[in-house]
């Protein structure tokens, strides 16, 4: 028997759930186009779908007309950004995750206290960039990137005693965790968060996926290849011993894939729609997976605010 089980907690997230609303709403209420500061969410479904309904995506403002309405993606946005914004007078709406904006308010915080700051992220990530972008000019202190423990343990610290750490927050936490060991073994007068950067949905679908990979052979991770959180689930999954395959589309599914494999996981990243996941689970079914269940895990009840103007 071929049978399919489904990781929980999966998919969006509630900054994700927000983001995409923003846009919606603010489509429903200005019409079309709408414009939108990087994808809104690193999800190629979810980015075509906005575009039907008259989203357009640009990189950067300068695309924008004077009387565009502009949302900022969820990833956040650097501090220039938003002063081009509001220099040009443009109606904008900020989608960025709020526990993104937690990390950009602690940057801000401590490089006001003069300390000098370190962060784990992918380098020209968004999410990244706009975090590195909101540390302010004339800080006595310095900010540092820090990729993986290679780097950890070579990179040169101005204030080593006066050091302030943040994580994007994406990012696998068992690889985040061998990275700060480096850095606090280097800098033990370090200063971190009160409660960690990496956030309450990516560590939950990264729980999931360890369980999953327990109890399967192979894990289809639905994501789109620019997504950071759904690259994440595949490595981890790969790690917990379970072969891992990154799926944007039903397409992509082949039979060669899916040879000898009788118990199929399926996950999802954090901007990874439920649509695309059933579709992926009803193509499964064309090769020969019938059986299909759902695994226990934490019920996610977060809501973000939307903005008042859209509620």
């Given amino acids: 028997m071929k049978v399919i089980k489904l990781a929980n907690p999966r998919g969006f997230c509630a900054g994700v759930d927000r ?9 429903e ?24 309904k008259g ?4 990189k950067e403002l300068s ?10 993606s969820a990833h956040g946005v650097a501090e220039k950004v938003e002063l081009d914004a509001n220099e040009r007078k443009l109606k904008y709406f900020d989608a960025t995750c709020p526990l993104v904006s937690k990390v950009h308010k602690e940057v801000i915080r401590y490089a006001v206290a003069g300390k000098d700051i370190v ?13 590195l972008g909101r540390f302010p000019n004339g800080s006595d202190g310095k900010m540092y990137l820090v990729e993986n423990v290679e780097q950890a343990k070579n990179v040169v610290i101005n204030q080593p005693k006066n050091l302030f750490l943040v994580t994007q927050t994406t990012l696998s936490v068992s690889d985040t965790k061998e990275i700060i ?3 606090k073994k280097r800098f033990p007068a370090m200063q971190e968060p009160n409660s960690e950067d990496i956030c309450y ?46 799926i944007d589309d039903p397409d992509q599914i082949s039979g060669d894939m ?22 992926i689970v009803q193509k499964c079914t064309d090769f020969g997976y019938s059986n299909e269940e759902e695994l226990d895990g934490l019920e996610e009840n977060i809501y973000f605010k939307l903005p008042s103007e859209l509620r």
């Fill in 19 to 27: 983001a995409i609303d923003i846009v919606s709403l603010a489509l």
């Fill in 29 to 52: 209420k200005y019409g079309a186009p709408i414009y939108v500061r990087h994808e809104v969410v690193h999800n190629r479904k979810v980015v075509e779908d906005l575009k039907k």
């Fill in 55 to 58: 989203a357009i995506f640009v």
């Fill in 63 to 72: 695309e924008i007309p004077e009387d565009g309405i502009t949302v900022f």
């Fill in 119 to 131: 962060m784990i992220g992918h380098k020209n990530h968004p999410e990244v960039e706009g975090t």
């Fill in 181 to 183: 060991f480096e850095l």
């Fill in 201 to 246: 949905a990516t560590q939950n679908r990264q729980d999931a996926v360890k369980q999953l990979a327990l109890e399967t052979q192979l894990i289809l991770v639905v994501g789109s290849e620019n997504s950071s959180n759904s690259n994440r689930l595949k490595e981890l999954a790969e790690k917990s011993g379970s072969k891992s395959y990154l």
């Fill in 258 to 279: 899916l040879e000898n494999v009788s118990s199929l996981g399926i996950t999802a990243g954090a901007s990874a729609p439920e649509e695309l996941v059933q579709s």
